[in-house]
């Protein structure tokens, strides 16, 4: 039995999937188990999502910043050349504006992420880049 649930809410993602697919402007950029996605998000949009999940107790420790995504979402209808989320990236270079970014494992990551500069890092270190 397979169930397909889409919703904005990360926090109850969480708890109802075992595989989790994240899209950006209707392109998957992102894939793994829970694990792979909330303990090591690569794509700086999964990024930005997590670090916007209400938390019971900002402070309790491990708690970060809201990552603040500049600028508007591109249109759908007309999204930007390269990479979709390169408008809104802190990482975006020169390349994400002239290749599409696979779906593929980088950087020794243990699950695919469509991004040419995917890392796992910390979501406390990304608060202090914004």
């Known amino acids: 039995l397979?169930?397909?649930?889409?919703?904005?809410?990360?926090?109850?993602?969480r708890h109802i999937s075992d595989r989790i697919a994240v899209m950006y402007l209707?392109?998957?950029?992102e894939t793994g188990d829970e694990a792979q996605i909330y303990e090591h998000p690569t794509h700086p949009y999964t990024q930005a999502l997590l670090?916007?999940?209400?938390?019971?107790?900002?402070?309790?420790?491990?708690?970060?910043?809201?990552?603040?995504?500049?600028?508007?979402?591109?249109?759908?209808?007309?999204?930007?050349?390269?990479?979709r989320?390169?408008?809104?990236?802190?990482?975006?270079?020169?390349?994400?504006?002239?290749?599409?970014?696979a779906l593929e494992e980088r950087d020794g990551s243990a699950h695919p992420s469509a991004c040419h500069f995917a890392a796992e890092t910390a979501?406390?270190?990304?608060?202090?880049?914004?």
């Open 2 to 13: 397979a169930y397909v649930f889409i919703a904005h809410d990360l926090a109850a993602v």
């Open 26 to 29: 209707g392109k998957v950029v």
């Open 51 to 83: 670090s916007a999940v209400p938390v019971p107790d900002p402070d309790a420790p491990g708690w970060t910043e809201q990552i603040r995504l500049e600028g508007e979402p591109p249109s759908p209808l007309d999204p930007p050349s390269g990479c």
């Open 85 to 101: 989320f390169r408008t809104r990236c802190w990482k975006a270079r020169d390349i994400c504006a002239e290749q599409v970014p």
């Open 123 to 130: 979501l406390t270190d990304l608060t202090e880049q914004t």
